[in-house]
T-cell receptor
Framework: EPEVTQTPSHQVTQMGQEVILRCVPI?????FYWYRQILGQKVEFLVS????????KSEIFDDQFSVERPDGSNFTLKIRSTKLEDSAMYFC?????????????FGQGTRLTVV | AQKITQTQPGMFVQEKEAVTLDCTYD???????LFWYKQPSSGEMIFLIY??????QNATEGRYSLNFQKARKSANLVISASQLGDSAMYFC?????????????FGKGTKLSVIP
């Protein structure tokens, strides 16, 4: 069964450093998303991406964050100048279409720890 | 604003018994989809079941069924014949067709513990 793949599974970084989280969405999917889950809290939407541009972003997704699809297969989330409160599980997801019944496939997540 | 409410932070169920996890939602959009995801302790998000706002029948997927009461804006997940492997966090989520909004909005989740 096709799956969304995220790397690394766990990243530890020092406060102020930049991190790049990587995702390989399912190959025929066109819409990509990043979500964040702070430990013990609900999953929150960060950004959606389609046709090489951001479709929508939440208020969490400020200038510290950026996304890109550098090579047609990878989908990356860059966090500049990380803060302690950026520590969370980051999920990548992809969908085949935008119909309301379309299941979002999630990757296994990257646990980011900022120290 | 769209909102999902899960009022049960934690639930216990005896193995082989059925359990209902509550979910209520709030939206003014007539077209929306409701999803349930399972998150085991390993952290991944696993899709369980989907219900569309226009679907006439309640969704079922194996041991999972969705008790959809549109007038009450509730979409409760029913797990029949609970198994130890069902112990996990369960999230209700909504996707609605408002202009430009395609993301999932999640509830806070319910932690289900299955007791042998």
């Amino acid at each position: 069964e096709p799956e969304v793949t995220q790397t690394p599974s766990h990243q530890v970084t020092q406060m102020g450093q930049e991190v790049i989280l990587r995702c390989v969405p399912i190959s025929n999917h066109l819409y990509f998303y990043w979500y964040r889950q702070i430990l013990g809290q609900k999953v929150e939407f960060l950004v959606s991406f389609y046709n090489n541009e951001i479709s929508e972003k939440s208020e969490i997704f400020d200038d510290q964050f950026s996304v890109e699809r550098p090579d047609g297969s990878n989908f990356t989330l860059k966090i500049r100048s990380t803060k302690l409160e950026d520590s969370a599980m980051y999920f990548c997801a992809s969908t085949e279409s935008l119909y309301r019944n379309t299941e979002a496939f999630f990757g296994q997540g990257t646990r980011l720890t900022v120290v | 604003a769209q909102k999902i409410t899960q009022t049960q932070p934690g639930m216990f169920v005896q193995e082989k018994e059925a359990v209902t996890l509550d979910c209520t939602y709030d939206t003014s959009d007539p077209s929306y989809g409701l999803f349930w995801y399972k998150q085991p302790s390993s952290g991944e998000m696993i899709f369980l079941i989907y219900q569309g706002s226009y679907d006439q029948q309640n969704a079922t997927e194996g041991r999972y069924s969705l008790n959809f009461q549109k007038a009450r804006k509730s979409a409760n997940l029913v797990i029949s014949a609970s198994q130890l492997g069902d112990s996990a966090m369960y999230f209700c989520a909504m996707r609605y067709s408002g202009a430009g909004s395609y993301q999932l909005t999640f509830g806070k989740g319910t932690k289900l513990s299955v007791i042998p």
